[in-house]
């Protein structure tokens, strides 16, 4: 990336990047994101998780403006102190996935599902393992959770392990719709073309940031269109093989801060930067 840290769009997922998988930030890495932010890039965190899920996140990092890119892409929204809520919604992406519900149920008859609403916690079929759902939590008949466009659906197979429900997943053979499996028997499904990627190019237009200066740093299947997307993706050390192989680079785990490790490179190449100029 030339041209020094300010403007450019430094896109950070969260769990196993920001935070370990006990939800705890160091202070190496919350200072490392403060600094970049403060050196004038554009810190865009983009993750999995809804948005009443990540808020808490950027508090404890001291984020409070720029753009939240949230439920892999569905949601995009711009931090705002001057809003009731604190931001503003400024895409939201719905489909109806009442097709690839059905399908997904009939393979996994024991599977749980839930709907995120928007701003305040999800529906479910069933109570899904503790801690694994935040915000209000519903219970609703299934046919209900899809008589309407939704922008994001979770499927749980407590039963399987995470490589057995990839491949029963595989085998379905989802259409019109974009899904990713995380580290557990989790699947989420959204909208066609839609991912971290898609909604952070749309940040980055709304910027004006070269493609030159984009950064992005994960460790997830659903950050590899993500990876791809950025002049210089960055996998995390805990990431799995197939996120690695699709990274520019690979840094250190998240029990290593890592991505301290990253966000203090680009500093000190600012530092450089000054230097000479």
């Known amino acids: ?65 720029g753009f939240l890119v949230c439920s892999n892409g569905a949601v995009t929204v711009q931090l705002d102190r001057s809003e009731p809520e604190g931001y503003r919604v400024v895409s939201l992406h719905t489909f109806d996935a009442s097709r690839a519900a059905e399908a997904l149920r009939a393979s996994i008859p024991t599977g749980l599902f839930a709907v995120e609403v928007l701003g305040r916690g999800f529906k479910v079929t069933a109570p899904f393992p503790d801690g694994e759902l935040t915000g209000e939590v519903e219970v609703v008949p299934f046919e209900e959770m899809f008589d309407e466009p939704v922008m994001r659906v979770v499927v749980r197979s407590p039963e399987h392990t995470s490589a057995e429900f990839g491949e029963l997943v595989a085998g379905i053979g989802l259409h019109g719709v974009a899904y990713s499996v995380g580290w557990t028997a989790w699947l989420d499904l959204a909208p066609d073309g839609v991912t971290k990627a898609s909604a952070l190019e749309d940040v980055r237009s709304r910027l004006d940031v070269p493609r030159t200066a984009t950064v992005a740093v994960g460790d997830g299947r659903n950050d590899v269109e993500m990876l791809q997307w950025a002049a210089r993706g960055v996998a995390m050390g805990n990431a799995p093989s197939e996120v690695r192989a699709v990274a520019d680079e690979v840094t250190g785990d998240v029990d290593d801060d890592g991505l301290a490790d990253v966000l203090e490179d680009l500093l000190a190449g600012e530092r450089e930067a000054r230097a000479a100029s």
């Open 1 to 65: 990336m030339n041209g020094g840290m300010r403007g450019a769009l430094v896109a950070l997922d969260v769990d196993g990047t920001i935070v370990d998988h006990d939800e705890a930030l160091s202070d190496r890495v919350r200072s490392a994101v403060q600094r970049v932010a403060a050196a004038g890039a554009h810190v865009v965190v983009a993750t999995g998780r809804s948005l009443h899920g990540v808020l808490p996140v950027l508090q404890r990092l001291g984020l409070h403006e």
